[in-house]
């Protein structure tokens, strides 16, 4: 197969996406029994089936993968099979990862030099085991022939320790995970789900039901309700690609859900909201109670599958093009940059597809852009527009940032029902600032804290929208290309 990293760059497409599609069907067995102790969280993709749906075909899906990986703006090789992703989230905060380990599984005969090859860097010998670096602080090592682990953070030593240790004989993650990667299929070929045994106490059930519109839940209703909901077991969401993408969310209790049904869009937003995060507003969600199961169902946009499947593990961009290579080197300044920028425009777009569509809070969203801006290839761009990019996810961050000290702010506020004052931030664009603002009462508090959120958000996006026009205007006088 070394050859084919060879070919010219149209024929090397055409074969990796033809491999993609022809790749045979993937198990999720041996993945399960390389995933450790401790993860509350898997994200598991079946590239085999996804490739096979109507809308990957329609979409090219498996060639648009293999022109990434090639054009080095994606680790993802053409010829992987499956990818299974466990983390450690911390369900305490806005689901920041502590760690996540990766298991890819790929096509027999695909060897780590074919990989090389493409993304640069040099394949070595450790012990019984070969390694690569493909990331910054990220190493691929191989554990068996086609199947390579990569953990973050921690790097080539979090790596070689964890082949080191080997599989286990048995599952160790819970049981509710296990069950979780087992529902991967043809019908329903990307799964991401969420353990939350124990993660939910009396207290906060009874402040995220008592949030709810109108209060539906009160006395010894409140009490039995609260306890249903520190019952969950968890969260599975399965994602099905026929013509279009349908997204299925079953949430796991301890008893009977029914209680839940009628509450079931305002629960999960309220939830949703502790987190940073928002339901899609314009999906007419579909709700039912099957047993101890609340489900969940609507339709999904591109950019909210990329949002799920970020909640695990955001998206893999390649930094080959920061190592010294042959090739990257040569590349020019100005394609490097046209690149660089429109990747960044690309992520704007999609972050602002999802502002509009969501309601509420936006904190995670905003984090995870705000990591992906930070993770695109860097050499070669000019310096100015590296500049550019750092205030742009920096911007991203101090706006997460301002609306979740909002609503912790406004959460205290109501609580304590007290006039005083706190800092609101104003701009991170080019700097920190801060202003004191009066409290009052219940009403005026929530209308307050809105509009602080959306003052920043607006000074915000203005100051990264005028970037943009100065940076490309400056960019193509010196270039003399437009950008």
Request: hydrophobic fraction near 30%; charged fraction near 20%.
């Given at each position: 197969m070394q050859v084919l990293w060879k070919s010219p760059a149209n024929a090397l497409v055409a074969i990796l996406a033809g491999l993609a599609l022809a790749a045979a069907p993937a198990r999720g067995d041996d993945a399960l029994l390389w995933l450790p102790e401790g993860l509350n969280a898997v994200l598991v993709i079946d590239a085999n089936a996804a490739y096979r749906s109507p809308l990957a075909i329609e979409e090219k899906w498996a060639q648009k993968t293999a022109q990434a990986f090639v054009a080095q703006d994606l680790f993802l090789p053409p010829s992987t099979r499956r990818i299974t992703v466990g983390a450690e989230l911390d369900l305490t905060g806005s689901l920041n990862p502590i760690r996540r380990q990766l298991i890819m599984e790929v096509k027999a005969g695909t060897e780590l030099a074919d990989i090389a090859s493409v993304t640069g860097g040099n394949v070595e010998k450790v012990d019984d085991w070969q390694g690569l670096s493909v990331l910054d602080g990220r190493y691929l090592v191989e554990a068996k022939q086609a199947e390579y682990l990569m953990v973050e953070p921690g790097g080539r030593q979090a790596a070689l320790r964890w082949v080191r240790a080997g599989a286990s004989p048995a599952p160790r993650v819970s049981k509710f995970l296990q069950q979780a990667v087992g529902s991967v299929s043809d019908q329903f070929p990307i799964v991401t789900a969420l353990d939350l045994t124990d993660a939910v106490d009396v207290a906060s059930a009874k402040a995220v039901l008592s949030s709810l519109p109108n209060r539906p839940f009160t006395g010894a209703e409140l009490d039995s309700t609260a306890a249903l909901l520190v019952s969950v077991r968890g969260i599975v969401c399965k994602v099905h690609l026929g013509t279009q993408r349908m997204l299925q969310c079953r949430i796991e209790f301890g008893q009977s859900a029914a209680p839940l049904q009628p509450v079931a869009i305002p629960l999960v937003s309220s939830v949703l909201q502790m987190w940073g995060a928002s339901l899609d507003d314009s999906v007419k969600w579909r709700t039912r109670a099957d047993g101890h199961a609340l489900i969940i169902e609507g339709d999904l946009s591109p950019s909210g599958l990329k949002r799920l499947m970020s909640v695990v593990h955001p998206p893999i961009v390649s930094s080959a093009a920061r190592q010294a290579g042959a090739e990257s080197s040569n590349v020019p300044t100005a394609e490097a940059s046209k690149k660089y920028l429109r990747s960044i425009q690309h992520e704007l777009d999609d972050l602002r597809g999802t502002l509009k569509k969501t309601r509420d809070?936006?904190?995670?969203?905003?984090?995870?852009?705000?990591?992906?801006?930070?993770?695109?290839?860097?050499?070669?761009?000019?310096?100015?527009?590296?500049?550019?990019?750092?205030?742009?996810?920096?911007?991203?961050?101090?706006?997460?940032?301002?609306?979740?000290?909002?609503?912790?702010?406004?959460?205290?506020?109501?609580?304590?029902?007290?006039?005083?004052?706190?800092?609101?931030?104003?701009?991170?664009?080019?700097?920190?600032?801060?202003?004191?603002?009066?409290?009052?009462?219940?009403?005026?508090?929530?209308?307050?804290?809105?509009e602080n959120a959306a003052g920043v958000k607006f000074s915000e996006w203005k100051q990264i929208e005028d970037g943009l026009v100065e940076i490309r205007r400056g960019l193509t006088q010196k270039y003399s290309v437009e950008f």
């Open positions: 809070n936006h904190c995670l969203w905003y984090e995870r852009s705000a990591r992906t801006i930070d993770g695109l290839p860097m050499l070669k761009v000019d310096p100015d527009l590296l500049t550019f990019g750092a205030r742009v996810s920096n911007s991203l961050r101090y706006q997460a940032q301002a609306e979740r000290f909002s609503n912790v702010r406004a959460g205290t506020r109501r609580a304590e029902n007290e006039t005083g004052k706190f800092y609101g931030g104003v701009s991170s664009y080019d700097g920190y600032y801060y202003t004191p603002t009066a409290g009052g009462n219940e009403a005026a508090i929530n209308a307050q804290e809105n």
